[in-house]
Structure formats: structure tokens, C-alpha cells
């Protein structure tokens, strides 16, 4: 991996809530969602994020029947997947991209990988938790995390932290 | 499932394989992610012991594997159970009627992050073997 983060961009339209309930503000928040995704897709800013949303679906649809792994593992829940996406959703533009995956337990997992002892995961789980581990050389890095909607800065830390390396 | 009576103990030396029918849990490095060593149903990680298999023999126990869920076997993960042991986890015989080497991890905290940080551990020190069944 070859990102160089040295600080992530304040942009992030992905939680945005005009504050009003009429039409207007309900247009404009559309806008707002709207530009935000053309960021996404654009090969500028959070290009990235944009894969891993691509690989969000395909883990979706490969693990949405039990036993996918031969050992018996639980099917990834729409919950889960709801809210693996608006975790997805939450990342600043900036954010290098994850890998997406699964876990036996049926959570979504993202991964900031530089080597095998440089590596950050996130399991999203169906009720919203966030349990992370990070391997840092020889510093080990792990806990949970709630999620109301923003990236909890300490994961921010540690993706910048793997990334830079 | 039959199981034999009083199977031997795991030495530290033996190596454990845990198949691959994944894709997504290989990394483009050739290293596995830890998401394949996540026990689940908690508390067990089904594994393989290569004791006294050939290599053939070892692909056609991962073949099972596969063929059970209709995926294909992309490889395994082998590790040393000292490796394991390393984590304050224990391997256990648990031998079955299709896989006499069959094994469980055992000894995994119930918190999922703590299962994380050991997975990553673990698979730090795996070597991912891609593979099939040889010709016999």
C-alpha cells in the first residue's frame, strides 16, 4: 500500500442534516447528498471510499446465506449491512479506502492494511458497535467503539497511523 | 459423528491448517486477513492437524470443506500450534468421522475486540498455501 496520509481533509457531507423539515431544506439537503456522492465517485476525492462501497455490495451478496465460510458461519443481516453503509458513509473524502470483508460472526469488516503487523480492522456489528483492533509494530491497539453516525476520531488516528506508516 | 476415544495431544511443533473458500479473506500480498480466524460459533475454531496426512491427503480434508457449502477451496492458512498457544488458547483433538485430524482452537475471550487483536496476531504468523488437489 502507498497512501501517504498526513492529516485527513474536514469534508464530509455523509451525516448532513439541514435542520428543517421543509421543502427547502429537504431540497437542499438532497443537494448536499447528491454533490457529496459525485465526490465519491470522482477520481480526485474519496475515489477510495467509493470502491469499498462497490465491495460492501459484493459482501452483501455473497454472505447473505449462512455457512458461506464451509465452517458454519452466520449470515450477514441487513441491519448489519445498513449499518456498515452509513459507517462507510461517515469516513471524511479524504479517507483511503478499505478492503471490505466479513467474520464467521456475520459482522462486516474493514481493513487499512500496510503489512502484516501494520494493520488496522473495524467489525461493524448489527446493533451499531464498532469493535476494532490495530497491530502497530509491536504495539497492540483494540476496543469498541459506539456509532452515532460520525467516525470515532480514535479509529481516524489509527487509520492514519497504519496508513502513513 | 464418530469420534475416537483418547486422541493424542497437539505438540507445539504440529502445524494446524485452516482452508480457504474465501477469496476476500486472501490479501493481494498472499497473507490472510484475520476475519478467517474469527471463532464462530464462539468458543471453537475448527482447524486441521497435517499430523501423519500427506499433502494429498490434507487438500482432499479442505475439499470437504468446500464441497459441503459448493465454494471453491482457495488455499489454507497454516500456523504452528505454538503460535497459537502464544495467545493463552489450547488446541483440542476433536476428531470426526469425515476428518480424524480435525481440531478446535479453544480458549477465546468472549469480547470481540480481544478476539480480534489474537486473530491478527495469529494470522501475522500464518502461511498462506494456494492450492489444490495433486493428481494421485
Known amino acids: ?165 | 459423528m464418530t469420534e475416537r476415544s483418547e486422541p493424542d495431544r497437539v505438540t507445539d511443533e504440529e502445524r494446524l491448517a485452516r482452508f480457504i473458500v474465501r477469496g476476500r479473506w486472501i490479501r493481494s500480498d498472499q497473507t490472510v486477513r484475520p476475519d478467517a480466524f474469527i471463532p464462530h460459533p464462539h468458543p471453537d475454531l475448527s482447524v486441521t492437524r497435517h499430523k501423519n496426512l500427506s499433502e494429498q491427503e490434507l487438500w482432499r480434508v479442505g475439499e470437504g470443506v468446500a464441497d459441503a457449502v459448493a465454494k471453491a477451496l482457495h488455499g489454507r492458512a497454516d500456523v504452528r500450534a505454538s503460535a497459537v498457544r502464544r495467545y493463552r488458547l489450547e488446541v483440542e483433538p476433536k476428531p470426526v468421522r469425515d476428518n480424524p485430524n480435525h481440531a478446535c482452537i479453544v480458549g477465546w475471550p468472549v469480547e470481540k475486540p480481544a478476539q480480534k487483536i489474537i486473530a491478527q496476531q495469529i494470522v501475522a504468523e500464518c502461511k498462506f498455501v494456494r492450492g489444490s488437489v495433486p493428481a494421485a
Not at chain 1, 17 to 36: C, D, F, P, V
Not at chain 1, 64 to 69: I, K, L
Not at chain 1, 100 to 124: I, K, N, Q
Not at chain 1, 125 to 154: D, I, M, T
Request: charged share 20%; glycine share 12%.
Open chain 1, 1 to 165: 500500500m502507498t497512501h501517504t496520509l498526513t492529516a485527513f481533509t474536514p469534508l464530509s457531507f455523509g451525516n448532513v442534516t439541514t435542520g428543517g423539515s421543509s421543502g427547502a431544506a429537504q431540497y437542499i439537503g438532497k443537494q448536499l447528498r447528491e454533490g457529496w456522492r459525485r465526490l465519491r465517485a470522482s477520481n480526485s476525492l474519496g475515489a477510495g471510499i467509493g470502491a469499498a462501497v462497490e465491495e460492501l455490495h459484493d459482501v452483501a451478496e455473497e454472505c447473505r446465506s449462512g455457512n458461506w465460510d464451509g465452517y458454519g458461519a452466520a449470515p450477514v443481516s441487513w441491519g448489519t449491512l445498513e449499518q456498515a453503509s452509513r459507517f462507510l458513509d461517515a469516513f471524511p473524502l479524504s479517507t483511503p479506502a478499505p478492503s471490505v470483508g466479513a467474520e464467521p460472526d456475520g459482522h462486516v469488516t474493514f481493513e487499512w492494511y500496510h503489512s502484516p503487523r501494520r494493520t488496522l480492522s473495524v467489525s461493524v456489528s448489527p446493533e451499531g458497535e464498532l469493535h476494532y483492533a490495530a497491530l502497530l509494530g509491536l504495539r497492540k491497539v483494540f476496543g469498541s467503539e459506539p456509532f452515532f453516525g460520525e467516525v470515532p476520531q480514535s479509529i481516524l488516528d489509527l487509520i492514519c497511523r497504519v496508513v502513513s506508516a
